[in-house]
T-cell receptor
Framework: KAGVTQTPRYLIKTRGQQVTLSCSPI?????VSWYQQTPGQGLQFLFE???????NKGNFPGRFSGRQFSNSRSEMNVSTLELGDSALYLC??????????????FGPGTRLTVL | AQSVTQLGSHVSVSEGALVLLRCNYS??????LFWYVQYPNQGLQLLLK??????LVKGINGFEAEFKKSETSFHLTKPSAHMSDAAEYFC???????????FGTGTSLTVIP
């Protein structure tokens, strides 16, 4: 079956702009989690959505938000972009979600560059 | 808070040599421990997962990890390194009653021909 897809793969924005990233999970998976990966901070959890509800949230400012649709596809939005938001954004899907320990399947990521 | 520590941000081994990547977890025994691998320009792929069913966990591509409570460790090993093993490896944990992954800082593995 098809894996997790993320669009776009690469994105260049300028400071102050906003951006929306998209993630399509594996068919049947109800949980989508988002992570930010940077050389300095490593992999950090942003939030998890399960059946259209945000279930968990990491320690990120309110500029980072997300949502999940009825077909489990998820979007992540970052408003008022800062240079430090430049990162690889990964999404992962799973059947039961993080707390069940189910395997998370990761997408290839979206590389966001903020100039 | 439950976390993991990966010792050695860079490890180099010769092709055919033993691969040992170190991971230690903090405080209480976590319900789940994972090793993930990331190849360049790709997402993460699960290598193996510890769920308390067995202390020696076998994963894909010949990797295995042993959970040692006395040492609070979950080191990843492979008897014979292959060139295709060159990648970034991440140890991760879900803490007791937890609801998010905590990843280690990663270990970059280089395989020397």
């Amino acid at each position: 079956k098809a894996g997790v897809t993320q669009t776009p793969r690469y994105l260049i924005k300028t400071r102050g702009q906003q951006v929306t990233l998209s993630c399509s999970p594996i068919s049947g998976h109800r949980s989508v989690s988002w992570y930010q990966q940077t050389p300095g901070q490593g992999l950090q959890f942003l939030f998890e959505y399960f059946s259209e509800t945000q279930r968990n949230k990491g320690n990120f400012p309110g500029r980072f938000s997300g949502r999940q649709f009825s077909n489990s596809r998820s979007e992540m939005n970052v408003s008022t972009l800062e240079l430090g938001d430049s990162a690889l954004y990964l999404c992962a899907s799973s059947l039961g979600g993080v707390q069940t320990g189910d395997e998370q399947f990761f997408g290839p990521g979206t590389r966001l560059t903020v100039l | 808070a439950q976390s993991v520590t990966q010792l050695g941000s860079h490890v180099s081994v010769s092709e055919g040599a033993l691969v040992l990547l170190r991971c230690n977890y903090s405080s209480s025994v976590p319900p789940y421990l994972f090793w993930y691998v990331q190849y360049p320009n790709q997402g993460l792929q699960l290598l193996l997962k510890y769920t308390s069913a067995a202390t020696l966990v076998k994963g894909i591509n010949g990797f295995e990890a042993e959970f040692k409570k006395s040492e609070t460790s979950f080191h990843l090993t492979k008897p014979s390194a292959h060139m295709s093993d060159a990648a970034e490896y991440f140890c991760a944990v879900i803490r007791n009653g937890g609801n998010q992954f905590y990843f280690g800082t990663g270990t970059s593995l280089t395989v020397i021909p």
